[in-house]
């Protein structure tokens, strides 16, 4: 069916977190006004929300009481964040409180008291649907146009529809399996935007370590330095659990720190990950420590001693660098031989290193850095400058934010004003 004819008021490209929120505050501000909404949600795949619904591993950590301007990424930080400051997480925890989603707080992270993702897809879809708001399914957007005032969007399979004004909540890159394929970009890019290429963020990396076969699964708490070039020019740091995996590593911190190395790679440099599993204490008290545990075990195998301090999959690897046995008791050698080879292992075990080859690509990544620049958009309403009456909102922006609800504070902010506008 063509829909041409038929102008509505208001056309949301993208039934995601960002798309979802934007319809709901396009139709409630309507409605409030005791008028009738006329919004549209055109969505690439079958449901709205899948990716929404999958985040969190289904838990759907929705934003985080701690927030910062660091905590969102892009070329207009400052921006972004008086943005986020619009319709902040308080605002955000309010609102969804007031529909009734009511939240939970672990360390900061906010997640719904359910703790089940799929409830902020299933009680904003009914919410819109109730409002005035008309979903559309599988369609897959392949072209924008503007003619004389009137914008019109074609899909996939051949049909089309047309509005006063457009909100560009079509995601980005990342998860393609949930529709996010990127196709957006191209398409904006012929309209004339400015796009900051789309790469991978919150991923893992990977690396030629020689260690990954022995330490595949190993989960280990260690502070991770990022450094590009040389071991001394450290452009990242965050502590946290990092898991190896036979082809690289990954973890909250690698995750956070991803975009960075991503972006080191991709302008030619080389760079990698030291990593310290003894951050709270200095190589010196680290290495006297070590080589005092050792002496006075007496009989007992020196790597089995050291095991309760040091995962036994990591020291065996390490132990191969140095010249004392892993099942051999301290006796068989002379103090100066265990501390000097137990400086050898200190110095591994504060400065492990990790040369990065590559990340895992936009199918594993949880978000996309780049997009659409902030700078051709306003602010106060997120429209953009170059086609009134064009809004966007969510992922298909250049702000990535960081693990813990960064990204979806991020799509409720620029949703819910994009709405309103």
Not at 31 to 38: C, H, I, Q
Not at 143 to 172: H, N, P, Q, W
Not at 182 to 205: H, Q, T, V, W, Y
Request: glycine share 10%.
């Amino acid at each position: 069916m063509d829909n041409s004819r038929t102008i509505h008021d208001k056309i949301i490209i993208g039934g995601g977190a960002a798309g979802l929120m934007a319809a709901y505050s396009a139709c409630k501000i309507r409605s409030d006004a005791g008028d009738v909404a006329d919004v549209v949600i055109l969505e690439g795949k079958e449901n709205v929300g899948k990716k929404l619904s999958a985040t969190g591993n289904g838990k759907c950590n929705f934003t985080n009481m701690y927030q910062d301007k660091s905590c969102y990424r892009s070329d207009s930080q400052d921006k972004a964040y008086r943005i986020i400051n619009s319709f902040d997480n308080k605002k955000t925890i309010s609102f969804f409180y007031n529909i009734g989603i009511m939240s939970t707080e672990r360390k900061g992270y906010c997640y719904p008291i359910g703790e089940q993702a799929r409830t902020f897809r299933d009680v904003l879809k009914e919410r819109v649907i109730s409002l005035g708001t008309a979903i559309f399914t599988e369609k897959r957007v392949v072209d924008i146009d503007k003619t004389e005032g009137i914008f019109t969007v074609t899909c996939s399979d051949s049909t089309s529809y047309s509005a006063r004004k457009l909100i560009v909540c079509a995601g980005g890159a990342a998860a393609p399996v949930f529709g996010t394929d990127g196709s957006i970009f191209n398409i904006l890019e012929k309209m004339g935007f400015n796009i900051i290429k789309p790469k991978p963020a919150l991923c893992g990396l990977k690396t030629d370590s020689k260690y990954l076969k022995q330490l595949d699964g190993v989960r280990l708490k260690c502070k991770c330095s990022l450094y590009s070039e040389k071991e001394d020019n450290i452009i990242y740091q965050e502590s946290g659990e990092i898991i190896f995996s036979k082809n690289g590593i990954s973890g909250i911190p690698i995750l956070n720190l991803s975009r960075f190395a991503i972006n080191e790679l991709a302008d030619g440099k080389k760079c990698g990950v030291l990593l310290d599993f003894f951050p709270d204490m200095g190589l010196h008290k680290l290495k006297d420590y070590l080589s005092s545990v050792i002496i006075s075990c007496g009989d007992g195998a020196i790597g089995v001693v050291l095991s309760a301090l040091i995962n036994d999959k990591l020291l065996k690897a390490l132990f191969k660098e140095i010249d004392i046995d892993y099942d051999s008791s301290a006796k068989v050698y002379d103090v100066r031989t265990i501390r000097n080879e137990i400086k050898k292992l200190s110095e591994k075990l504060k400065s492990f290193n990790v040369n990065i080859t590559g990340d895992t690509g936009f199918e594993n990544a949880q978000t996309t850095q780049g997009g659409v620049i902030l700078k051709e958009i306003d602010e106060k309403n997120m429209e953009s400058y170059k086609y009134p009456g064009m809004y966007f909102a969510g992922e298909v922006l250049d702000v990535d934010g960081m693990c813990g609800g960064y990204n979806l504070q991020w799509a409720w902010t620029t949703g819910y004003i994009a709405g309103r506008n």
